[in-house]
């Protein structure tokens, strides 16, 4: 079963599937290791990682697709890919899609944001109009070689023009055949709950977990109570890092060794069984040159 076809058969058991954010492809193999069961490739977490910037549009469709292959080459289950608002026009989400999907894409959300983007949990964000967005799934849904490479669609439109507008243009994206549909930034239980109640029935729906952002932060026990289907929480890997980054450039700023933070570190040994080291070194051997065997 290919990863797409292995993603599209779980989102339909009855139990929640929890997504967490990776950036590459060491973060990608290390979930897996621990038993994740898809990954998601966030946009804002290449930014932060390899621009050292904010997700405001600055990461670029072929960051993405470049990123994307070296995770994939690395891990064997699904891989969610953000790509913002497709990067352009429908033409330019049918060639991200085709590129995406090429590069190992199980699953491709796209958003009805304008050009530049924000993240999802930023303020002053602008939308496209509703019959733009339904084109761009459109296009999406025909640019894909696969039905089972599952196109997500993402408004953004609680905090620009309301919940009811988010509601009816969520509704309208399903009907351009999106698979998943994914509500940004609800700000209540009391609206998790009447998303599910208006939009459980058409399509799964996706939830968004940021730490310090607009939704109420929740299990994901508890999102599977209400009726959601996947849960991502993209970015909290990246603050765990940021956070674990400070405190040990402070400690070696400080002692100027590692020693005091060696609890708090995997060392040599464990870093080479993580990647595999000695797997890879005894698949190098198998083809080391060897003098040809005299007759």
Do not use: W
Request: a negative charge.
């Amino acid at each position: 079963m290919t990863q797409q076809a292995t993603l599209k058969t779980r989102l339909a058991a009855d139990r929640i599937l929890l997504v967490p954010g990776v950036y590459d492809g060491l973060t990608a193999l290390i979930a897996e290791q621990t038993g994740a069961e898809a990954v998601y490739l966030s946009g804002a977490s290449i930014a932060y990682t390899r621009l050292g910037r904010s997700d405001i549009g600055l990461v670029t469709m072929t960051e993405v697709a470049d990123v994307l292959a070296l995770v994939c080459d690395r891990t064997s289950i699904p891989i969610v890919v953000d790509a913002d608002n497709g990067y352009g026009n429908a033409l330019n989400v049918q060639r991200t899609v085709r590129t995406l999907e090429r590069a190992g894409a199980s699953a491709i959300q796209l958003e009805d944001q304008a050009f530049p983007k924000r993240c999802g949990h930023l303020d002053g964000k602008v939308l496209i109009p509703p019959g733009e967005m339904r084109g761009k799934i459109a296009a999406a849904c025909d640019a894909r070689k696969s039905g089972d490479t599952l196109i997500i669609a993402r408004t953004d439109a609680i905090a620009v023009d309301g919940f009811d507008a988010a509601l009816d243009r969520a509704a309208v994206y399903a009907e351009a055949g999106a698979d998943i549909l994914f509500v940004e930034a609800p700000q209540s239980l009391k609206q998790m709950h009447t998303i599910v109640e208006c939009l459980g029935a058409k399509v799964p729906l996706l939830a968004n977990i940021v730490e310090g952002g607009k939704t109420p932060a929740m299990t994901a026990e508890e999102l599977q109570g209400i009726g959601y289907s996947i849960v991502i929480f993209p970015g909290g890997l990246v603050r765990a890092q940021a956070h674990t980054a400070k405190a040990y450039f402070s400690n070696l700023l400080r002692h100027g060794s590692n020693q005091p933070f060696s609890d708090r570190m995997i060392d040599f040994d464990g870093i080479n069984y993580i990647v595999g080291t000695g797997d890879l070194l005894a698949l190098g051997r198998r083809f080391d040159d060897k003098a040809p065997q005299s007759k």
